[in-house]
């Protein structure tokens, strides 16, 4: 190698911090030979220094943060901190500081990467976000770059690795939803606060990015509809596989004519789809583009080996452009930043999806018609209804309804009158139904 080796600072030394230590060390060699030069972790900061330094010895590490990014000899700044500050702030001092950033944190992408990237581009330097989405897929290359050619209709995605991981055990192992996160938790998948798994935030953040890079948008994470997965019931599970569906916690983002719809929240697919067999920490995205069709991207989407991948990877890309020209480089959003288009986000009001619904309702005459006169009212049509024998002495029975395609708005009408009626209780359960086809 001729080139001299390029020293890099990493901050933070949790799950995919100790993944990126362990990648460095075991690849050192092939990753010279990709990168055309050494690769150097000089120095690292963590929340525990005393605790980390006798799991690294060797390793230089500090507890503060800001002394790796003022350092002046560390040309690369690897943020592993997660969250949005301190993260923010470092990351946007390294920047002023002349140095590349290579992240994970898709909560400050999708948050704050408007500013970031306009300051990075002011200073010529490049933010790096692969790790943010979907893991160790290499799902931002494949759109960005791989994808260029296209125009991108659509996409849907499962990336969330823990409520997958929760989700597919309760299905495969009847385990509660509890046990299901305690282990998704313990493998290191689970965000440091797992609300942001469970409802949805998480997959929220990654969909921001991916809508911005596959229609060149602005991050507009305040516009995507976000619903996690705390109503889906093991009985949901068992009557969506009645029907021939699965339930997947999906994100899904398309362009249309109006505007840009994102959104996540469980959704019933068809169980033949290959989305719907994604198990486990596996992710996926699906991509519809006008030139090459449908592609699927598919891999680990959590964990400290699979992030690893995708933080060194980026590395390996940022020191190879070391030498290129600052305003030659790859966008950070996939389309040149003053080429950035403000298409609107759409209302999920507008938004028009087929949905499974399942009520509580007496077992008495009259009840389901009324139920079915409110959806005839609101003209939504039913594809399937299901209503299970009521358990011995039980006077309540599950009605599972799986209806045609409707408006949200026209279908939060008919539950509030549903909702309302006198023989049916509680809340309904509502959950949207995609064909992605
Ligand atoms: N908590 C995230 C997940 C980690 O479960 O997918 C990877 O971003």
Known sequence: MSLEPVDIGLLGLGTVGGGVVHVLARNAREIARRAGREIRLLRAAARDPAKRRAEYPGLTIDGDPFAVVDDPRVAVVVELIGGLEPARELVLRAIANGKH??????????QHG?????????????????????????IIKAIREGLAANHIEWLAGIINGTTNF????MRERGESFAAALAEAQALGYAEADPTFDIEGVDAAHKLTILASIAFGVPLRFDRVYTEGVAQITEDDLRYAETLGYRIKHLGFARRGPDGVEMRVHPALIPDRCLLANVDGVMNAVLVKADAVGTTLYYGPGAGALPTASAV?????????????????????????PSAIDDAPALDIDAVETAYYLRLSAEDRPGVLAAITQILGAEEISIEAVIQKEPPAGAARVSVILLTHRVREARMRRALSAIEALDGVHGPATRIRVETLA
């Not at 500013?115 to 290499?138: L, M, S």
């Not at 940022?318 to 389309?335: E, G, I, K, M």
């Open 101 to 110: 950033v290579v992240t994970a944190n898709k909560a400050l992408i999708a």
């Open 114 to 138: 408007n500013e970031i990237f306009a300051a990075a581009e002011a200073r010529g330097v490049t933010v790096a976000f692969e790790a943010a989405v979907g893991g160790g897929i290499p």
């Open 166 to 169: 929760v989700l597919s055990r």
């Open 312 to 336: 060194v990877a980026d590395l390996i890309d940022v020191v190879r452009s070391l030498t290129t020209d600052p305003t030659n480089r790859v966008p950070h959003l996939a389309f040149q």
